[in-house]
């Protein structure tokens, strides 16, 4: 599913126009983005948590020329699933 099929199932689901239930989405896709930004820590019981993941910069090697390269320190959003979700996925 992506964002559009997601506004979809709302608007539809709770009986809404596709311009509500996209403002709906909207906030709560700013809202955590905005959490993480500020290095904060989302968690929705059941489902997972995101957090921001700090990289530290590191030598690599291009895999084309073999040569080393620096690779920047960096933050990343991730994912961690909970153990219900997991659990449904997994007993399908």
């Known amino acids: 599913m992506n964002k559009c099929g997601l506004i979809s199932a709302l608007s539809k689901k709770e009986n809404l126009t596709e311009k509500e239930a996209s403002e709906i989405v909207g ?6 983005s905005n ?4 290095g904060g820590k989302i968690e929705i019981r059941g489902f997972g948590s995101f957090v921001v993941r700090n990289y530290e910069a590191y030598t690599g090697i291009n895999p084309k020329t073999g040569k080393k390269i620096s690779v920047a320190a ?12 997991k659990a449904k996925v997994d007993n399908k």
Request: charged share 35%; aromatic share 14%; hydrophobic share 45%.
């Open 74 to 85: 960096k933050r990343s959003p991730f994912f961690k699933v909970g153990k219900e979700l």
């Open 35 to 38: 959490e993480l930004l500020k």
């Open 27 to 32: 906030m709560i896709l700013k809202g955590f």
